[in-house]
Structure formats: C-alpha cells, structure tokens
C-alpha cells in the first residue's frame, strides 16, 4: 500500500503562496483602477474650468458645457456599471487568473474552490 505524505509546512506554504499571490492580484486590480479613476478626474476638472472659462466669455458655449457634463454623468455610470456588474468575459479572465495562480501554488485542496470546468 502506498503512502503520499506532504509536510505541514509545504501546505501552509502552499497556502500563503496561493492566498498571497490572490491578494497581490486584487491589489493590483485596486491600484489600476484608482489610478484610471484619478486621471480621469484630473482630465474632467481640467476640461470643465477651461469650458467654463470660455462660456463666461461666449452664452452659446453654455449649451456646450451643458452637453460635456451630462456626457460625463453618462460616461461614468456607463464606467461604475462595468467595474461593479461586470460582463462575463471580465469574469472569466479573471477566473481564469485565478486558476493560474492556484495551478503554480500546487496546492490541490485549494483548487477544489473553483468550480470545475
């Protein structure tokens, strides 16, 4: 009868490997998205004092300040409703990360948490 024995440290190696690796690619998810929300902000402020600035001088820009902000409202909801309900495909990749990241751990009890293709 054969045995397979694995160390309780290569487990919990194993383990902090998969959950570290998981962490680092949540966190990075985080990191590019403040970092794309934030230039965006800037580039909106921006573009909205210069067209305020000009509509001060000239009422037909007025209606064009109007326009450039409700395209912004529109513009953002569209953006909040893809990082908040992604489409399935962004679930996928991100899946399909995830199944990476436990495959290079070789932790095999950790793979029981994905479903199975």
């Known amino acids: 009868m054969m045995t ?8 919990f190696f194993g383990i902090f490997c998969g959950v570290f690796n998981a962490l680092a690619l ?4 985080i990191v590019v998205v403040v970092v ?7 580039v909106v402020v921006v573009v909205i004092v210069v067209f305020v600035d000009f ?5 037909v820009s007025i209606a064009g300040v109007i326009v450039f902000v409700v395209g912004i409202i529109f513009a953002t909801a ?6 908040l309900r992604p ?3 962004i679930y996928f990749n991100i899946e399909f ?3 990476q990241l ?3 751990t070789q932790v095999y009890s950790l793979k029981n948490i994905l479903p199975k293709k």
């Open 97 to 99: 990360l995830l199944r």
């Open 4 to 11: 397979f024995c694995v160390s309780l440290e290569t487990v």
């Open 87 to 89: 489409p399935k495909s």
């Open 36 to 42: 794309v929300v934030a230039v965006i902000v800037v």
């Open 26 to 29: 949540v966190v990075i998810i």
């Open 78 to 83: 569209a953006l909040s409703r893809l990082f």
């Open 55 to 59: 509509a001060l001088d000239d009422p």
């Open 102 to 104: 436990y495959n290079q």
